[in-house]
């Protein structure tokens, strides 16, 4: 039985990405909702209607590129 906060792969379905840092609903990343002339660059700006696992592996490959 899935798990009605986490899907299989771990990613969350609703609430707060504590990890990158953005809201989700029912797995995709929400918009940030900071003005748009602030180049605030958080995920909620970046990955706005993507998928959260994508944003994840975005936000992972990243770091592992060290910036
Ligand atoms: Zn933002």
Redesign the pocket.
């Given at each position: 039985m899935e798990n009605p906060i986490k899907n299989s792969l771990g990613n969350l379905r609703n609430g707060y990405d504590y990890d990158i840092q953005c809201w989700v609903r029912e797995g995709l990343v929400l918009p940030?909702?900071?003005r748009l002339s602030?180049d605030?660059?958080?995920a909620?700006?970046k990955y706005a209607g993507r998928t959260i696992a994508y944003a994840r592996k975005k936000e992972s490959e990243k770091i592992i590129e060290g910036g």
């Open positions: 940030c909702g900071h602030m605030c660059r958080c909620g700006r």
